[in-house]
T-cell receptor
């Protein structure tokens, strides 16, 4: 069983929709939760990170962590065609521990 | 401009050849990483380095080797390429104590025929 599970998609939404991307995990020791965005033929780029539980907002993006359910989410408001990419969740047990990545969800925002 | 570079971007090579994938960063980061990524699959850490002359193997067994002679340079070498090495190789770096904030290069897509 993988430590981090992520639906591969693709998830197709119309422009302006609210997008919800999710990951589940099995290791209760994870403390840091990250969302990376990867465009085709590019390397991943860090969008947001959250320490422990709670919400974090950055512009149109909101990251949510529910440690009791071992579930994390990324919400994108007013989605744009430029948001079309693969979104990878990643987790680690501490600030100096290796990252464990999900396999990514491919998002397509239709104009 | 501070960045992380990988060359070549694409490489097609025959079985048995020796190859070196280059990775350089201009951000002065102490920590650097190599990941392997297959289509639709998660990134797997194959090597990492926390500074000059420090290298460690990652979670995924790999026949590649790495070196870290200069802070900015972290090349990966395959002594004898095989078709099973066909994959995308991503280099990343991070600063200070925060492994969670990693900056990735554009990747090298390797095909071994």
């Amino acid at each position: 069983q993988k430590e981090v599970e992520q639906d591969p998609g693709p998830l197709s939404v119309p422009e302006g929709a609210i997008v919800s991307l999710n990951c589940t995990y099995s290791n209760s020791a994870f403390q840091y939760f990250m969302w990376y965005r990867q465009y085709s033929r590019k390397g991943p780029e860090l969008l947001m990170y959250t320490y422990s539980s709670g919400n974090k907002e950055d512009g149109r993006f909101t990251a949510q962590v529910d440690k009791s359910s071992k579930y994390i989410s990324l919400f994108i408001r007013d989605s744009q065609p430029s948001d079309s990419a693969t979104y990878l969740c990643a987790m680690s047990r501490g600030s100096s521990y290796k990252l464990i990545f999900g396999s990514g969800t491919r998002l397509l925002v239709r104009p | 401009e501070a960045d992380i570079y990988q060359t070549p971007r694409y490489l097609v090579i025959g079985t048995g050849k020796k190859i070196t994938l280059e990775c350089s960063q201009t951000m002065g980061h102490d920590k650097m990483y190599w990941y392997q990524q297959d289509p639709g699959m998660e990134l797997h850490l194959i090597h990492y380095s926390y500074g000059v002359n420090s290298t460690e193997k990652g979670d995924l067994s790999s026949e590649s080797t790495v070196s870290r002679i200069r802070t900015e340079h972290f090349p990966l070498t395959l002594e004898s390429a095989r078709p099973s090495h066909t994959s995308q190789y991503l280099c990343a770096s991070s600063e200070g104590s925060g492994d969670y904030e990693q900056y990735f290069g554009p990747g090298t897509r390797l095909t071994v025929t």
